[in-house]
């Protein structure tokens, strides 16, 4: 899968332009999806110097993206002129999401387990309301 990834208010604490603490287990849930064979693009707003701190705080924390502000490393900007930025990723990860940005917990168990938000949210809130354990049966019940 194709995953976009914003940089400031999702992998860390918008303080833009400075880079804020990074989100709790925001690298370490990137660095398992990189592992599980995502392809990972940076997609974010910073560009020149701004967006060469970022990439270099992401290797930092161990990641190395798949391509950044494109759709993949060789694309060539300068010279296509047809080039759109838009980026063609199956999912967004971003902080500008309806709701705002989930737990980057929630965010793997999505990906990992390829579920909606809804899906992950209901079978929490099953769980929370004891669905998950076993009834006894009334005695009219076989």
């Not at 194709?2 to 400075?18: K, L, M, Q």
């Not at 270099?56 to 490393?73: L, T």
Request: aromatic share 12%; proline share 3%.
């Amino acid at each position: 899968m194709t995953i976009a990834v914003d940089f400031d208010g999702t992998i860390v604490h918008d303080r833009y332009p400075d880079i804020g603490a990074e989100m709790p287990f925001a690298t370490q849930t990137l660095r398992m999806l990189i592992e599980e064979r995502h392809r990972l693009i940076l997609w974010t707003v910073r560009e020149g110097e701004l967006l060469d701190e970022a990439v270099e705080w992401c290797r930092q924390h161990g990641v190395e993206f798949y391509a950044v502000n494109r759709d993949f490393p060789e694309e060539d900007v300068e010279r296509n002129r047809s080039y759109s930025r838009k980026i063609k990723a199956d999912l967004w990860i971003d902080d500008r999401n309806v709701g705002g940005l989930p737990d980057w917990g929630t965010i793997y168990r999505i990906i990992h387990e390829r579920k909606t938000y809804e899906e992950v949210l209901t079978g929490l809130q099953d769980l929370s309301q004891g669905a998950g354990r076993h009834r006894k049966k009334k005695w009219w019940q076989f």
